[in-house]
């Protein structure tokens, strides 16, 4: 496979690609030693490396991890440890994060732009002309025989008058800021204004919260966002079941409205109302790929758009927006430009996910609300860390874990967890729906380590009330026994 000679028609430079990848973020990744016999081309309009990288998921957890050494130092009366908190340096903190994920970007941009041969980097905005043709702009088009979307997804602003003629930040670019903002209103109340609350809220901000719904993080399992809802109330200033009517800047900060007439000054606004498919930027109807009414790219099993040769994977294309889910997809669309006669299909059931709040939250699998709905027989067991060893240590009151399974098969149909370290605590149960484990076979067909705070997991699995006999337990090695 090679590149063609750029050629000029009509006046535009044209040049034909095998492969090219809008985005250089999950997409970045295909692009590697199986393809060194394709031209590739990569197209990035903006920072190079994606929303995870630069804007999301590494920078937010390098605040999170300062953020909760903050809030425990003003919790260790309970323990009779005297730590307190004093103060959050906020420059050396971004500059400590910054100066290690800006090299980061900026060599991936360099490998791309100056490294294999067989890559070319565009640094453009990209619009379909037809199916395989991407005007770049600036009389410049490239034409491929295969292409794949990977542009993310980019914060979403909710109509609200006033909105556009105030400074409002996002998670794109809070978190670049140059002081700490004394008061901070947040709109929204998913995941990101929960990490964003905590990481202002334990460095000193006082944070005020606004929300349509009557809870926060409401797509979680419905104990789990009330306890945190309770948690929340406890710290910040939080409006569940509203909505801004104005905003308008007041001097140095802003003042907004709700729709009960109640108002709120802050220093700084934080839009953390969702995120929205690039999608929209891109003309895909002048090459015939097919979105759904949200935007989202309709994809098949194998990641293929609505045109065989057009994949799609991420934000762009799945509404989980999670970066371990756009590197699978990653994967599976590299090995199926590779070998279209055996194509793979990224697993897309069990899909866990966290947030790095305070207390932290993890979920995978169905919530008992989900499990209601679905008709099936189903058992539940909420197991709370202060009935544990580890959560006597901690003096925790707050947190827990909650697990769903089929009485029938002991199989696990959900976990949710609430508490620290709640993301580690989560895997060996999404390793047991991954791989088909029973709840036998892990609670009891192996050693648990007393007293660490994973017996919280134990307990829980312990206390599903399931059909299955002892006997179902996995052998266990001759001469051994638990």
């Known amino acids: 496979m090679i590149s063609r000679t750029p050629t000029r028609q009509t006046g535009l430079v044209t040049r034909h690609f095998d492969l090219a990848i809008l985005g250089s973020g999950s997409g ?108 770049l702009g600036e ?10 979307l990977a542009t993310g997804s980019r914060p979403e602003f909710p109509p609200v008058p006033g909105l556009d003629e105030v400074e409002a930040y996002t998670s794109d670019t809070i978190m670049r800021i140059d002081a700490l903002p004394e008061r901070l209103l947040i709109l929204g109340g998913g995941v990101i204004s929960a990490e964003f609350a905590h990481i202002f809220s334990a460095f000193g901000t006082q944070v005020t919260i606004v929300n ?105 294309s799945n509404p989980w927006q999670l970066k371990h889910v756009a590197n699978a997809e990653a994967r599976a669309v590299a090995h199926n430009l590779l070998h279209p006669e055996q194509l793979l299909s990224p697993e897309h059931v069990v899909v866990p996910s966290a947030v790095f709040t305070n207390p932290q939250i993890a979920s995978v699998g169905m919530t008992e609300r989900e499990a209601e709905a679905s008709g099936l027989r189903f058992t539940m067991k909420r197991q709370a860390y202060g009935d544990t060893a580890y959560g006597w240590a901690m003096e925790d009151k707050t947190s827990f874990a909650k697990v769903i399974a089929d009485p029938g098969t002991g199989r696990l149909l959900g976990a949710h967890i609430l508490g620290p370290q709640a993301s580690n605590l989560i895997q060996p149960l999404i390793q047991m729906m991954s791989l088909g484990q029973s709840i036998p076979d892990v609670s009891r067909g192996q050693y648990w380590i007393h007293p660490a705070m994973m017996e919280v997991v134990e307990n829980a699995l312990l206390g599903l009330e399931i059909d299955v006999a002892a006997e179902h337990l996995t052998a266990q090695p001759e001469g051994r026994t638990l």
């Open 139 to 148: 009389g410049e088009q490239i034409t491929a025989d295969r292409i794949v």
């Open 28 to 135: 970045n990744s295909i692009a590697d030693e199986r393809f060194a016999d394709w031209s590739v081309a990569i197209v990035e309009e903006g920072v190079f490396g994606g929303t995870c990288l630069n804007r999301g998921c590494i920078p937010t957890k390098m605040f999170v991890y300062p953020a909760d050494l903050a809030l425990a130092a003003r919790h260790g009366g309970v323990l009779g440890v005297h730590t307190h908190f004093d103060s959050a340096d906020w420059v050396a903190m971004r500059d400590r994060i910054f100066a290690r994920i800006d090299p980061i970007s900026a060599g991936g941009r360099e490998w791309r732009a100056d490294g294999a041969e067989h890559v070319t980097l565009y640094e453009r905005h990209a619009r379909f002309v037809d199916p395989h043709t991407i005007d």
């Open 212 to 316: 349509r719904s009557p809870l926060l993080l409401g797509k979680e399992d419905h104990d789990v966002a009330e306890r945190f809802t309770e948690v929340a109330q406890d710290r910040w200033e939080v409006h569940l079941g509203r909505l801004v009517s104005t905003i308008s800047r007041v001097g140095d900060g802003v003042r907004a409205e709700l729709d009960d007439g109640t108002v709120l000054e802050a220093d700084a606004v934080l839009v953390a109302t969702g995120r929205r498919p690039n999608s929209d930027l891109l003309d895909l109807a002048a090459a015939g790929v097919e979105v759904d009414e949200n935007g989202v790219v309709v994809v098949d099993e194998h990641q293929r758009t609505s045109l065989a040769h057009i994949f799609a994977l991420g934000d762009v």
